[in-house]
């Protein structure tokens, strides 16, 4: 009867309580400066400039997609939930924004890279939950036009490890340190890696390394609630976040993986 309502309250009321919207949540608002502010530096850096042309891949809500369209960009959409995905056509309208949203696997959608290719290709907090992470990155990248610039998040090791040992649960934080996926605790598949790990794989995909960057690194160590701060405590959460020394880049919720596809390869 639960999931009949709520089917009912998606098409008829575009309403589902149970649904996580990231766009609305107010701590997301912030850690998604952490992402948006990197994209940035990075972004300029290469010469990447408004309207240059973005797919984010897993967009949930628009939490990243519609902030990137206010600032100029062309950007598209992908994600597997069409509810999802009518909540972010929503947000869009309701900032005054134009963005494109296709459903689907991001796997099928770009089984065949798309014509133009994008400048900047963005996937934040969604391989570290599937078995077929590489696929995805195949994917992405190959979406990346020659010298465009790939965002992905990670799970860190160190994030499952510290999850485990609080718990006092040193058998399956024995399996984290000898494993890079699998189920942790009682929970489905996830996928976790050490920088070494990191690099070997964006190697290994043809992706020229650029930089790795902690997202939520003192928040989740510390336990703070970034909404319950004040204006001038947030400001002074965010710039201390971003000017993490790169070593303490994989001491976060998760890291964020800045790599480029050269301009003499067509992988």
Known sequence: MHKMLRKILRVAAHYDPDYYDMRQDG?????????????????????????????????????????????????????????????????AKAAGVRAAFVQGDIRSVLRTPPSP???????????????HYRQILEALARATRPGGLLFVSHRPKFYY?????????????????????????????????????????????????RAVHPIDRFAWLGGLDPSAMTEEQRGRWLQMELQAEEPAALCGRYALVVAERPKDTTA
């Not at 990075?42 to 519609?66: D, S, T």
């Not at 942790?184 to 050490?194: E, K, L, M, P, V």
């Open 161 to 209: 490890l510290l999850e485990a040992l609080r718990q006092y649960d040193m058998d399956t934080a024995a399996q984290v340190a000898s494993l890079s996926e699998g189920r942790f605790r009682d929970s489905a598949y996830y996928n976790w890696q050490t920088e070494e790990e990191l690099r070997q794989l964006y190697a290994s995909l043809g992706l020229r390394w």
């Open 117 to 131: 290719l994008f400048d900047v290709v963005i996937c934040a907090e969604v391989v570290y939950l599937s078995p």
């Open 27 to 91: 701590n997301e608002h912030w850690f998604a400066r952490l992402y948006l502010e990197r994209i940035r530096q990075h972004a300029e850096a290469a010469g990447i400039r408004p309207p240059a042309r973005v797919l984010e891949a897993g967009c949930q809500a628009g939490r990243l997609v519609i902030p990137l369209a206010q600032q100029g960009f062309e950007v598209t959409g992908v994600d597997t939930s069409s509810f999802g995905l009518r909540r972010a056509r929503q947000h």
